[in-house]
């Protein structure tokens, strides 16, 4: 644990030791205090990757659409709710997303989902609690529940509600 708190710490301070050497460079060749902010270009650069790895894009969440329900995200879909988790060592997390499209996306859907490998179910045994979290946002209620299990270890479920528009997609690997 301690080594890998000291490896954690050395990769932290990259970026930061990146910016203090660099601005002492510019300081010493350059009156220009404008010229300084580019010095801090590192550390933001890091702390928008960072950013971008706990809290992705709606992109993310459409590339796991697609994986999920080997359909491509409706364009004109609406992210409601949106999680995803940071992978571990091995690459598996959990994303939980909540969407509106289009009735016709959603009959669309509808029908595809038993073809896809999909069995009918009336709940979501891997609930995980941003699963609940997304159920509250929710504008009305599961008509019809979805769910289909790899052999590479991952549990898909797509949870269809009665407004004909909201799908609530849900992607978890072990």
Request: charged share 20%.
């Amino acid at each position: 644990m301690l080594i890998f708190l000291l490896g954690l710490l050395f990769f932290l301070s990259i970026p930061v030791i990146l910016t203090y050497f660099l601005y002492k460079h510019i300081k010493r060749k350059s009156a220009n205090k404008a010229l300084r902010c580019l010095s801090f270009i590192p550390l933001l650069l890091f702390g928008y990757l960072i950013w971008a790895a706990f809290y992705p894009g709606e992109d993310f969440y459409k590339i796991d659409f697609k994986e999920v329900t080997e359909l491509d995200c409706p364009e004109k879909a609406d992210f409601v709710y949106k999680y995803a988790s940071f992978p571990d060592p091995f690459g598996d997390y959990t994303s939980v997303f909540l969407i509106q499209i289009d009735p016709a996306e959603y009959k669309r859907l509808l029908h595809h989902l038993p073809n896809a490998g999909f069995v009918t179910t009336n709940n979501d045994p891997r609930h995980v609690p941003q699963t609940q979290i997304a159920l509250t946002k929710a504008p009305s209620q599961i008509s019809m529940g979805f769910i289909n299990e790899t052999k590479e270890h991952k549990s898909f479920y797509v949870a269809l509600f009665n407004d004909r528009k909201t799908v609530l997609v849900r992607r978890h690997s072990w």
